[in-house]
């Protein structure tokens, strides 16, 4: 099964810019792995902030975005809030198979 | 309002069987895949396996097949997630997904003895 891969943990200072990183150990992220991405908070159920590479839900903050960056798939957050503090979690398909990678603690100090 | 709502918490022993629910509203239950996740205690997200209700196609990850079993009754629009034998590792907060928007509350099982 393949492994994705996520920095442990990542810290912010409040309205800075920070890129978190989801790398696959097939080779390359892509389109074709319609990466997701899911923020999840102390004793809360997940929420996804992004499906298929940069695609929002409502309920996504604009200062959320998506992208592919340099085979990974990446989530940029610009203007950190507070309460952007959260556990964030991508994931995705290989061929209706789904992995999900180990998780970053963003911390906003 | 598209919702997913799951069953309460269980607390079990080992060897017991066990059965969690996942109930949708608000949307066509047949037409969209329903995934479960594990989160084992202070652990990250795992994938176990997806189903889709219109005709029970179910579809496992390596680690849970086996382990494992996804149903679903279309009739009453739940979903469901079955142990025929709990192991205390199975102790974790299950929850039930409909990517990429609506997330279940989550199910915590306890299986200690």
């Known amino acids: 099964q393949a492994v994705v891969t996520q920095e442990p943990s990542l810290t912010v200072s409040p309205g800075g810019t920070v890129t978190l990183t989801c790398g696959s150990s097939?080779?390359?992220?892509?389109?074709?792995?319609?990466p997701y991405w899911f923020q999840q908070k102390p004793g809360q159920a997940p929420r996804t902030l992004i499906y298929?590479?940069?695609n929002k839900l409502s309920w996504t903050p604009a200062r959320f975005s998506g992208s592919l960056l340099g085979g990974k798939a990446a989530l940029t957050l610009s203007g950190a809030q507070p309460e952007d503090e959260a556990d964030y979690y991508c994931?995705?398909?290989?061929?209706?198979?789904?992995?999900f990678g180990g998780g970053t603690k963003l911390t906003v100090l | 309002e598209v919702q997913l709502v799951q069953s309460g918490a269980e607390v079990k022993k080992p060897g017991d069987s066990l059965k969690i629910s996942c109930k949708g509203s608000?949307?066509?239950?047949?037409?969209?895949?329903i995934g479960w996740v594990r989160q084992m205690p202070g652990k990250g997200l795992e994938w176990m396996g997806i189903?889709?209700?219109?005709?029970?196609?179910?579809r496992y990850s390596p680690s849970f097949q086996g382990q494992v079993t996804i149903s679903a009754d279309k009739s009453i629009t739940t979903a469901y997630l079955q142990w025929n034998s709990l192991k205390a590792s199975d102790t974790a907060i299950y929850y039930c997904?409909?990517?990429?928007?609506?997330w279940g509350q989550g199910t915590t099982v306890t299986v200690s003895s």
């Open positions: 997904a409909r990517l990429p928007e609506v």
């Open positions: 608000g949307y066509n239950f047949t037409t969209y895949w």
């Open positions: 189903i889709y209700p219109g005709d029970s196609d179910t």
């Open positions: 097939t080779g390359a992220v892509t389109s074709g792995h319609y």
């Open positions: 298929a590479t940069s």
């Open positions: 994931f995705l398909s290989y061929s209706g198979n789904w992995v």
